[in-house]
């Protein structure tokens, strides 16, 4: 079936099965490798993107026809090039990633956390970084990179405070 | 995963009926729940295509059948060997046919070993839903011979 | 990488050794722009699925492909029958067994492959996968070393020698052993079960296979550690010359050992590749990496250890029965059947000492890989580590006292051990000291004895232990014959930028940056105009790969002596352009310089442009090397480390309050990716001692298949850590670096058992196997009367 | 892993989807947030061969109190229960569970009424839906009925929800001032199904005894269970050490565990027991009421 997903704010017209999951679609049909699968019972979280703004989600635990009608946000979209977003630059320069599998999932779930929290404790981002799985990096640097980056984010509206 | 079941059913009819019952494949068959497909391969073996289905685990399970009786020691052993959704089941069966006046018991014990994703996914359901179906074939097996002889 | 932007470049540095320069591979992951195996699409591509056995142990009486081959887009299906046309059934092991690709006429463990299915999207592959179906008649199970033991069934039927037994290695005296043991005023006996374990990475296995008609040249795109090794490898299997054969280890989602082996997998999308000539795409699901990769560990040990009433060791014995599984696929240097286990002796100077392992054929998953381990190192410092707490218990004495008793001295190095390793350098006192003033050891003993007098329950556990990694110098070290050197290539252009090339493969441990370190250190180059490039067998020079820490002590050494190679050349070309002799010129703060005059120097890149533009006469023009390094010894990594632990009385949780650890991985190359290796390998270790175990029933179930069931931890579960270093340089290392990637996962695992063990001490607890549930504390809690609320 | 093929229907509104249920009948399923079913089609457990979508019934994703009630529709996930301080500040027991049910990401999809639907042996919210005595609101062709948490658990993954019928609306009673609430959960790690698991309720007098008590505990049986006899025990009384001791025996002795790699069987129905007096005794804490000697 031919679905319209709008992915970092462009659409992409893909033809797909119903039993098609999100993360094959952004991947093979949107040419999007950024989310990964890591493995088959939505442990690891590698594949999290973010829905209309907001929202992680396991995008292997979802079908890509569920997806039409929503703003998808995935690393590409975040930022790149000469503008990383804050996240992304923290992650480098905590090193908060090794092998870089996990990374665009973890940003992505560090970028919903923020959304919500945007001034979370450690033991917040612990928690709220759990859907996440990293093999390499002990989290040590993740968490602080996760810090940096809402220290950045926060800085204009305290500045404006 | 290896589940051991065993029961008792007390039957309305007298040894040699209750023998000639779980000597025929046939009728064997019609006690399993939900069979979709019987094929009858031999006079004492049958195949029987199952649906089965606990919660959102739901398909269609094949099973070979084969029946072992043990006359000398008033015994029937039941081989069943199948799976489905990737999954083997063996489970082996054996009930001790003893009549007392004018009923015959039925002692049966069993012992099902279920392998793969079923048996690591679904440890907390299959057991249960092993143990209802087996209990369910031999309640049946009472209840259809109860039925012959009324 | 034209989106590389400043911000991700490290900084202009041509000092950069010992510097924590960011990391130059980063820019493209945060921005999801890594190349990983599954990235790759080529036309035409086809999808392979396995089918898999649902038994361990069984007969296969027929398969039946009939009903999948009619599923829409499939193109074909394999069987062993297939591969053996190709003589493909069956391909040799890294021990020097042999193992089935497919199961030929029967099973030897559960979720075996049967068959392999290519079609054209994933989800018809694996649509077809299900419906191919198999006669099997169920054979006994043995899943258990001990019961393999007994012979009573022969699992190898293919093999003359008809028993489970695969081999006995033992190094050391055993006589002097025994007599020492009997001889000796003290004896402690432990028993240790390192549970079987799996490294998974995130990114499982997975491969695209690429055989080109035309050309007759196969590309393999693979998830590999070993690159040149598994050319080799498929060269060896399929006849094909290694000219012909391609292999591309791209970005790798994480390694620790399981990317170490070749696995039938990627046997089968190869033939299928030259089958069907048109790309074939296989990536192993969790299910299937869980169940089919190299396990690790599974090592039931014990430990026998002789001391004085003074606590003084004199003597130590270990013996081991190992499960390798089906076949004998265990991952080690060719001499070395159980790896470097006879490193087990540690830190402590034992006089005399002795060690033998034995290995079963068991229906299992085949295996033995050194997951985050230098090959069997992290069982033996686990065994050494917990019988050094226990014999500290029976003396009544201190773990850190018995420890400062027994350690070899800083002035016995090189320090011979009694099972035959030259220790190169290490101040054990020094580094345990460190991290005992970190983590305040006298306080917290201080605290928990207080603790204790309430009722509450605190333990601290120390594990002061000793890495052994490098391997490995020629002379006894090869995989299947191939010597374990390695080669780094540097060609330095005209302008002074740099491409620099090693047999190594990154999967994660960021040699892109380090690698650039070394060699701009040695060369005086600013980090920034030196690229790195791995994982190519085209461009790559020949090396054995990335696992068992070695990449520092082998690549690392190749690179610093390529580089000093390079600079003997410049010299040639600085004193052709200062217009004196070679003799004259002298390297002195990252230049050439006349002797004794600062002002009249040239740079390596000075000397780089006139390599090409005005070369030395005499000399060839060009600047470039290759080098091979054969590390004269292994390295000897260590470190001391400090766990503090809280029980709860009422569930048996428990709590990791504080963990210290101080490593001496001898010169540090870059103490953030350091730091970060060390964080890794903590988390690891954490993960083994309270969570990761692979478990089987007697019927050879595989019970955790999967993340639900085999447990990662998350930075919820996962402590902090405190870090710290000592600096004792290998001797004979050109720039004194040791590696450090394992020995986090080596070390730890004891410092979180000894600190339970030492925490349920006074309840009479002095056993408890990995992994550490809760179940098992409350068990024991109950057990001594500990009432839960 | 790839689900076997499906046909897909969104369904904007209850009756449209008890409509298309009822005309595909058994092999149909609905899917709210997938978080169970999705993972066992990956496998292949499940292969239903239609799905009806939920999750654009914009009607369905409501949480509301009045009358000393909470309603909550059929498409509200566990992180709306997660952030809302409504449920933090008046249903401490709800609010206990929607932070550690599966994992943070996992919620933002899941949702309360698929949980209590999918019914799992081990899940969260049956132990919590009995200890809060809690009503589901199930809708069929020919209208609506409404069945309380006891009728509601039927089986291992299974609920008075019948072939054709869908679930739209829990109902949970405000409790009052003077209750106390806690779930305790032990669990393996973070997304982790239950080892085992207690939900406790109490509302107290003023003078400190017990008014009503709900104690639901899971993982330990075939179904979440109500430990109806510890609750009898605890109403009228003051709570001391014995009486929490009494109703702890009392879980651990109805609870029937099976063995797996959550634990052995003895260990679940002993730790169960622990977490119920953990339960009880966190309940008083929040109350600010301490367990009498």
Known sequence: MEITLNVNGQEHKVDVEPRTLLVYALRENCGLKGAHVGCDSSSCGVCTVVLDGKIPVKSCTMFAVQAEGHEITTIEGLGGGANLHPLQKAFHEQHGLQCGYCTPAMIMSSYALLQHNPDPSEDDIRRGLSGNLCRCTGYMNIVKAVQQAAADMRQPAEAAD | MKLNYDGQEQINADYDAVWAFINNPEKVAKCLPDVEKLEITGDKSFTAHVKVGVGPVRGRFKFDVGLEPDAENNKMNVNLRGGGLGTAIDLTAGANIAQQQEQTQLDWQGEAVVRGPAATVGARVLDRKARELITHVFAEVKRNIDEEQA | ?789 | MFPASFDFYRAHSAEEAVSLLGEHGADSRILAGGQSLIPAMRYRLAQPTVLVDINQMQAANYITEENGELRIGATVRDSDLEFSDLIRTNYQLMSDVSDVVADPIVRFRGTLIGSLCHNDPSGDWPAAMLAARAKMIIQNKDGKRVVNADEFIVDSFTTAVEEGEMAVETIWPTPSKNTGASYQKIERKVGDYATAAAAVQLELNEDGTVKEAGIGITAVSYVALRVAEGEALLRGQKVTRNLIKAVAAEASKMADPIADGRGSAEYKKEVVGVLVAKGIMQSLERLGRKVEA
């Open chain 3, 1 to 789: 990488m034209s989106d590389q932007i400043k911000d991700l470049n490290p900084a202009k540095e041509c000092r950069a050794m010992g510097k924590s320069i960011k990391r130059r591979e980063d820019a493209r992951f945060v921005q999801g722009r890594g190349t990983y195996v599954d990235d790759i699409e080529l036309p035409k591509m086809l999808h392979m699925a396995i089918v898999h056995s649902p038994y361990a142990h069984a007969l296969i009486k027929g398969i039946d492909t009939a009903e999948a081959l009619k599923v829409p887009g499939v193109k074909a299906i394999i069987t062993a029958k297939d591969l053996a046309g190709f003589n493909l059934d069956w391909i040799p092991t890294l021990a020097g067994d042999k193992q089935m690709v497919l199961a030929t006429d029967r099973v030897m463990y559960q979720y075996q492959e049967v068959a392999a299915v290519f079609a054209e999207t994933r989800a018809q592959a694996v649509d077809a996968a299900q419906l191919v179906e198999v006669d099997y008649e169920p054979l006994e199970v043995v899943a258990d070393p001990f019961k393999a033991r007994e012979d009573k069934v022969i699992l190898r039927t293919d093999r003359e020698k008809k028993t489970n037994h695969i081999f006995n290695w033992n190094v050391g005296d055993r006589e002097a052993t025994d007599k020492a043991l009997a001889e000796a005023e003290v004896r402690v006996k432990q028993k240790a079960y390192y549970p079987r374990v799996h490294a998974s990475p995130l990114e499982p296995c997975a491969i695209v296979a690429d055989m080109n008609t035309a050309t007759g040249r196969l590309t393999l795109y693979l998830t590999s550690q070993a690159p040149h090794a598994h050319r080799t490898v498929v060269s060896l299997v399929t006849g094909i010359p290694e000219s012909n054969i391609r292999i591309v280890s791209p970005d790798i989602g994480g390694g620790f050992g399981n990317k170490v082996p070749v696995y039938p997998g990627y046997v089968c999308a190869a033939a299928g590749t030259i089958v069907l000539g048109v790309p074939v795409k296989w990536v192993a699901t969790r299910t299937e990496s869980m169940t089919t990769d190299s396990f690790a560990r599974d090592f039931h040990m014990e430990a026998e250890i002789g001391a004085t009433k003074e606590g003084k060791v004199t003597a130590l014995k270990v013996t081991t029965v190992a499960d390798h599984g089906a076949f004998d696929a265990a991952a080690d240097p060719s001499k070395y059947p159980a790896g470097l286990f006879s490193i087990c002796t540690g830190s402590y100077d034992f006089p005399t000492a002795f060690t033998e392992v034995d290995a079963y054929y068991t229906n299992k998953t085949p295996g033995g890989v050194a997951y985050r381990c230098s090959f069997r190192v992290t069982e033996a410092s686990y065994m050494i580590e917990r019988a050094m707490d226990t014999a500290a218990r029976e003396l009544n004495m201190d773990p850190a006292e018995f420890r400062f008793k027994n350690f070899i001295q800083k002035e016995q190095f090189p320090y011979n051990s009694p099972l035959g390793w030259t220790y190169d350098s290490g101040d054990y006192e020094t580094t345990f000291k460190v991290a005992l003033e970190k983590v305040g050891y006298e306080e917290l003993r201080k605290e928990q004895a207080e603790k204790r007098a309430k009722g509450e329950i605190m333990g601290i556990g120390i594990s002061t232990f000793t890495e052994i990694v490098g391997a490995g110098p020629s002379k006894d070290f090869d995989i299947l014959g191939i010597k374990m050197f390695d080669g780094a290539e540097i060609r330095i252009h005209p302008t002074g930028s740099v491409i620099v090339r090693a047999g190594t493969k990154s999967q994660g441990q960021g040699h892109e940056t380090t690698w650039a370190q070394i060699v701009a250190e040695e060369l005086g180059l600013d980090v920034d105009k030196i690229l790195v490039e791995e994982g190519d067998t085209d461009t790559a020079p020949y090396g054995l790969g990335t696992y068992a820490s070695r990449s520092t002590p082998t690549a690392g050494g190749a690179l610093a002596l390529g580089a000093r190679r390079i600079r003997e050349k410049a010299k040639r070309i600085a004193a052709h352009l200062l217009e004196v002799s070679a003799d004259d010129i002298e390297w002195e703060d990252y230049k050439f310089q006349i002797k004794g005059v600062p002002s009249k120097s040239v740079t390596t890149q000075d000397c780089a442009f006139a390599a090409y533009t005005n070369p030395a006469p005499g000399d060839e023009p060009g600047l470039e090397t290759t080098y091979y390094y054969d590390p004269p010894n292994l390295t000897f990594p260590h470190g001391a480390y400090i766990c503090v632990v809280d029980i709860d009385k009422s569930t048996g949780e428990v709590k990791v309050r504080r963990f210290v650890a101080i490593d001496d991985c001898g010169t540090i190359i870059n103490p953030m990716i350091v730091e970060g290796q060390v964080h890794g390998g903590l988390a690891e270790g954490f993960a083994m001692a309270f969570m990761q175990e692979i478990v089987y029933d007697e019927e050879g179930n595989h019970l955790n298949t999967n993340y639900t069931d085999y447990l990662i931890p998350t930075a919820y579960e996962v402590p902090k850590f405190e870090t710290g270093n000592t600096v004792t340089p290998s001797p004979h290392h050109p720039i004194g670096a040791k590696g450090v990637g394992e020995s986090p996962t080596v070390g730890s695992p004891a410092a979180y058992v000894n600190a339970v063990i030492d925490a349920l001490s006074p309840y009479g607890v002095s056993e408890i196997d990995m992994p550490i549930s809760r179940e098992k504390v409350f068990s024991k809690l109950r057990a001594a009367g500990v009432e839960a609320f």
